[in-house]
């Protein structure tokens, strides 16, 4: 369900930007206010008990409210709302800053990539646990083998075009969803590109990769999709 937005007479964006948002209040001014000129936040509120629906009509984002628990389902719910040629998604807990989003969207858009990855470079020790970071890195050698691509993170900064995207039939809608849409575009002979984007401490407790328990959760997702996906 699409809730009221900024009026119906501002010009159409030029990218609209997926964030995913479970409890996070306290974080969504300052995400929000990073949002470069052009580009329209779609917030999709997947549960929020602490108020965040409101904060982020009040900071002019889009917001969709997606019942089934899920990053992917907040995701694909995200997708199916926008409206721009080009879609972004990004975590909405503070970690990224949004005003770096056009060194991604920008490959795209130049037609230098299909699909362009936001490669995380942590700006404090903090800002990617330990075990968060293992996990990713044997990811991404797994990966490597069996695509042959070039690929160090699958991190939640990225940009594809949304017709694109749906095109490809993405059916995870839990944490394997950054997984399914790497494979299939893979498999679809996407060019995908990695651009290099700032990592800080998120805003509050995370609720999945700062967790060592939300950490093998999205582990045993992601490996039941490498069983899934043919090679």
């Known amino acids: 369900m699409t809730e009221p937005g900024p009026s119906p007479l501002a010009p159409p ?40 629906a409101a904060v982020a009509r009040a900071h002019g984002a889009v917001v969709v409210r997606e019942e089934r628990r899920g990053y992917g389902a907040a995701v694909h719910a995200g997708l199916l709302a926008a409206t721009a040629d080009v879609v972004a998604c990004c975590d909405a807990d503070g970690s990224f800053d949004l005003a770096q989003l056009p060194r991604v969207v920008d490959r795209v858009r130049d037609g230098g990539a299909d699909l362009a990855l936001g490669r995380r470079r942590p700006d404090a020790r903090r800002a990617w646990p330990a075990h968060a970071r293992l996990a990713n890195a ?88 490498l069983r899934e996906v043919p090679a």
């Open 13 to 52: 964006p030029s990218v609209d930007v997926v964030l995913p948002c479970l409890d996070e209040a306290a974080a969504l001014p300052g995400v929000l206010r990073r949002l470069p000129a052009g580009y329209r936040a779609i917030v999709v509120d997947n549960g929020s008990t602490d108020g965040s």
């Open 138 to 225: 044997v990811l991404a050698a797994e990966l490597r083998r069996r695509t042959g691509r070039r690929v160090h993170d699958l991190g939640p900064m990225r940009a594809a075009r949304r017709d694109a995207l749906l095109a490809l039939g993405l059916v995870d809608r839990r944490s394997g969803y950054p997984l399914e849409l790497f494979l299939r575009a893979a498999d679809a002979g996407w060019r995908i590109a990695e651009v290099d984007v700032g990592y800080r401490p998120r805003v509050g407790r995370s609720k999945v990769t700062g967790t060592v328990r939300g950490t093998v959760t999205a582990v045993r997702d992601m490996s039941r999709l």
